[in-house]
T-cell receptor, first 111, second 112 residues
Framework: GEDVEQSLFLSVREGDSSVINCTYT??????LYWYKQEPGAGLQLLTY?????DMKQDQRLTVLLNKKDKHLSLRIADTQTGDSAIYFC???????????FGAGTQVVVTP | DAGVTQSPTHLIKTRGQHVTLRCSPI?????VSWYQQVLGQGPQFIFQ???????GRGNFPDRFSARQFPNYSSELNVNALLLGDSALYLC???????????FGPGTRLTVL
């Protein structure tokens, strides 16, 4: 089946690390993505990981992929108030680029 | 560089009407995808077009249709609007159908 699941809400203190988790079901997914959506805006691509990788680091962002458990996580180091947004996990589920999104995790950063 | 652009930004329609939403991809991108995002949910795939041909279709009724023009811009048409069609409609473009997708700001459609 095609289903991507995320926890709905995360509260984190400014300066701490945030970890957003995601599980997916399509084992044939080639790429997995993290998008950020701020209020009233479209989706901003943050990072992605190829399915044959375990980890990818990009500045404050670290993506971990456990393909056996179909688990993806996004770690944001030194979380800032500007990181408050909804974060979507997405998997590419066919060769033509159809994306399946999770429902999103709302991250609230408190001072 | 201009990103993906969509028009209009907001739209209010009544039940039974039809609507046309427009999208211009990033320059050089040949693939356009459309998504529907209902409040509180993640985007749901509607269509993907590449080189003016439909390459994928999500689980949406035939009231939804789309096309891509020679300049790679795209239109999404929705006929016989229902209250449940109220959503943010997102357009995404990619270099080809296989690469990462970049999203526009969306069109907020309200059906009364």
């Amino acid at each position: 089946g095609e289903d991507v699941e995320q926890s709905l809400f995360l509260s984190v203190r400014e300066g701490d690390s945030s970890v957003i988790n995601c599980t997916y079901t399509d084992s044939s997914s080639t790429y997995l993505y993290w998008y950020k959506q701020e209020p009233g805006a479209g989706l901003q691509l943050l990072t992605y990981i190829f399915s044959n990788m375990d980890m990818k680091q990009d500045q404050r962002l670290t993506v971990l992929l456990n393909k056996k458990d179909k688990h993806l996580s996004l770690r944001i180091a030194d979380t800032q108030t500007g990181d408050s947004a909804i974060y979507f996990c997405a998997e590419k589920i066919d060769s033509w680029g159809k994306f399946q999104f999770g429902a999103g995790t709302q991250v609230v950063v408190t001072p | 560089d201009a990103g993906v652009t969509q028009s209009p930004t907001h739209l209010i329609k009544t039940r039974g009407q039809h609507v046309t939403l427009r999208c211009s991809p990033i320059s050089g991108h040949k693939s356009v995808s459309w998504y529907q995002q209902v409040l509180g949910q993640g985007p749901q795939f509607i269509f993907q077009y590449y080189e003016k041909e439909e390459r994928g279709r999500g689980n949406f009724p035939d009231r939804f249709s789309a096309r891509q023009f020679p300049n790679y811009s795209s239109e999404l048409n929705v006929n016989a609007l229902l209250l449940g069609d109220s959503a943010l409609y997102l357009c995404a473009s990619s270099v080809d159908s296989h690469n990462e997708q970049f999203f526009g700001p969306g069109t907020r459609l309200t059906v009364l």
